[in-house]
């Protein structure tokens, strides 16, 4: 066999696929496209793409400087379009609760030490640290992240906005 | 008439040894495997066979049901593994004509890591694809023990942590030539050497030198990004008994989506670089990827789900909307 050209998809070119219905509903599958939803997603809104009880993963729009995060449990993120930096800080004092699940939006940049940062590009997968802070900066075209975290306070879902709902 | 009573002699002449457990027996001969069962026989391809077997073994009998083909199969409960013919099967339910036994894991792995030795010919891997790997049909030739005891990798936080799965160093495959090979650039300031942390997550799955073998790459408490390489047809149908999510990260597949129980088909599913689809947990699924693929398989690791799902408890749909 010939070597075949991988495709990847991106923001500015993605082609979705589809749910051929037999005998069931297409809204059991919550089909979705993670470039078609950070498309019309506001920056660093972090919008459901998949749901398995209270974990999720999130498509995000990466564009622009993000507020600071933080999660009291590891969080990853993939990139699927773009290039994104990644600052990480060790607050003095723990940014969230102990226990407390999700993704918590700081007010601002937390007192503490910085951790260093990461720049990643499609294809990269970054860790996010159980118990530090942390912003994306990008600076150049918008990007796409999945976030591999567990549902929370700024989990957004839309599910009838980006799920196939017709066979 | 019970053909299993009759001691099997299939293969013997070529080579393979018969196996057997509890009530089960079986033989392989040039082209095919046959399972013998109180009540009646079965028949596979061997290369088929092998391959779904290989999985079987791999994946510790996986979450849920592995179904060889549309009669033969086992069922996992998690320490010990049901073996069945017709369970899944509409036809051999309707007429009462499916068996079902129960064996502890270790004893039914131990036979189907023999069997999966003895059968597998040199040349012949059972985890690659079909354009990677020699035929297995004829008599017994030698063996491939280095190809069939690859074991699923999990890692425990994330690949290339201290102390965790370590990168891999196999060559890109053929089918992924062209995925970028970058390094991310890591700035971690001292102490935070285990914290900060980045790689090339599409290098790593694209050096993969099996196909349909999810490795567990990251983790979120029981949130599992199991990653793999897909190409031609998954050897199995695998029968969730829990919701389960795929993201096709490149390329193309195709899920064929049937009832687990009947086996009647529900959906097709296309799934295209970028795509997110659930596998509800009442369903069966097998996937088509005319081109070597990476897909992420996202698996609730919680091991009170199946009681849950099985029980009512929780609907098979992940999502009400």
């Known amino acids: 066999m010939s070597m075949q050209k991988t495709t990847f998809g991106s923001l500015e070119n993605f082609e979705k696929g589809s749910v051929q219905v037999i005998d069931d509903n297409p809204k059991h599958y919550a089909f979705s496209n993670v470039f078609e939803v950070a498309s019309k997603s506001k920056p660093y809104e972090k ?30 993120t993939l990139v699927m379009d773009g290039e994104i930096e990644i600052h990480f800080v060790k607050p003095d004092q723990p940014p969230v609760p102990e226990g407390k699940e999700g993704t918590v939006r700081l007010s601002a940049e937390p007192k503490g030490k910085s951790m260093g940062w990461v720049k990643v590009r499609r294809g990269h997968m970054a860790l996010l640290p159980k118990g530090s802070a942390y912003q994306f900066r990008n600076t150049g075209k918008p990007g796409v992240l999945m976030v ?20 | 008439m019970s053909t299993a009573a ?86 051999y339910r309707a007429n009462n004509r499916h068996f079902v036994e129960t064996f502890e894991a270790k004893d039914l792995k131990a036979v189907f890591e023999g069997m999966l030795e003895d059968w597998t010919n040199e040349g012949f891997d059972p985890f690659a694809a079909p354009d990677e790997t020699g035929t297995v049909y004829g008599a017994k030739k030698g063996n491939n023990s280095k190809a069939i005891k690859r074991q699923r990798l999990i890692a425990n936080r994330m690949v290339g942590l201290p102390g965790d799965l370590t990168f891999r160093t196999e060559p890109l495959n053929r089918q992924f030539q062209d995925v970028p090979t970058d390094k991310p650039e890591v700035h971690a300031e001292k102490g935070f050497e285990n914290e900060v942390h980045a790689f090339n997550f ?77 596998m509800p947990a009442d369903i069966r699924h097998r996937g088509y990827s005319p081109k070597r693929s990476l897909l992420i398989v996202w698996e ?22």
């Open chain 2, 6 to 91: 009759t001691p099997m002699t299939t293969g013997k002449t070529l080579g393979y040894k018969t196996h057997a457990i509890g009530s089960f027996q079986f033989g392989r001969d040039e082209y095919f495997a046959h399972i013998h069962y109180p009540g009646g026989r079965h028949i596979m391809q061997v290369d088929a066979f092998l391959r779904a077997l290989m999985r079987d073994v791999a994946w510790g009998f996986f979450y849920g049901t592995v179904n060889f083909d549309t009669v033969f199969g086992t069922v996992n409960h998690y320490g010990t593994v049901e073996m069945f013919i017709g369970l899944f099967n509409e036809g």
């Open chain 1, 47 to 76: 919008v459901a793409v998949g749901k398995n009880l209270k974990y999720v993963i999130e498509a995000v729009r990466a564009e622009g400087t993000s507020p600071w995060f933080a999660a009291a449990h590891d969080e990853a």
């Open chain 2, 300 to 321: 609730n690791n919680d091991a009170s789900l199946p009681q849950q799902y099985a029980s009512g408890k929780l609907t098979p749909y992940p999502v009400a909307f």
């Open chain 1, 148 to 167: 591999q975290t567990i549902q929370g306070e700024n989990t957004v879902e839309k599910w009838s906005e980006i799920c196939q709902i017709k066979p």
């Open chain 2, 202 to 278: 599409f290098d790593y799955v694209c050096r993969s030198d099996v196909t349909w073998n999810p490795s567990v790459v990251s983790c979120v408490k029981d949130s599992q990004f199991c990653a793999t390489t897909e190409e031609h047809v998954l050897p199995i149908t695998h029968g969730n008994d829990r919701v389960e999510w795929f993201i096709q990260a490149t390329d193309e597949i195709i899920w064929d989506v049937d009832d687990r129980a009947t086996g009647r088909p529900r959906a097709k599913v296309t799934m295209k670089a970028g795509d997110v689809a659930a």
